[in-house]
Nanobody, 115 residues
Framework: QVQLVESGGGLVQPGGSLRLSCAASGIIFKLYVMGWYRQAPGKQRELVATITADSTTNYAGSVKGRFTISRDNAKNTVYLQMSSLKPEDTAVYYC?????????WGQGTQVTVSS
């Protein structure tokens, strides 16, 4: 059974930083494309960043240069380092694991950027 458990969310002031973690179990982690998505109130879920099995990364334009996705295959964990946070980054952040036709999601972690 696939489990994706996010952690690291919270309240941060504009300009601050947070690091999200997603611990995966029940999958051969190193084979999967891992990603972070987010959903703000009243909006659709959107891509934030992905990282492939060979660590090729892709970012949404709105976070490029501010966020960094990385993975540790030894720990079955994917990270999202977020810097220079803005109020518009406020959302529930979801971890995603994708391999061919399988597509699994975590429960999400709230990130609130506010003074």
């Amino acid at each position: 059974q696939v489990q994706l458990v996010e952690s690291g969310g919270g309240l941060v002031q504009p300009g601050g930083s947070l690091r999200l973690s997603c611990a995966a179990s029940g999958i051969i982690f190193k084979l999967y494309v891992m990603g972070w998505y987010r959903q703000a109130p009243g909006k659709q879920r959107e891509l934030v960043a992905t990282i492939t099995a060979d660590s090729t990364t892709n970012y949404a334009g709105s976070v490029k240069g501010r966020f960094t996705i990385s993975r540790d295959n030894a720990k079955n964990t994917v990270y999202l380092q977020m810097s220079s946070l803005k109020p518009e980054d406020t959302a529930v952040y979801y971890c995603n694991a994708r391999l061919r036709v399988t597509n699994d999601w975590g429960q999400g972690t709230q990130v609130t950027v506010s003074s």
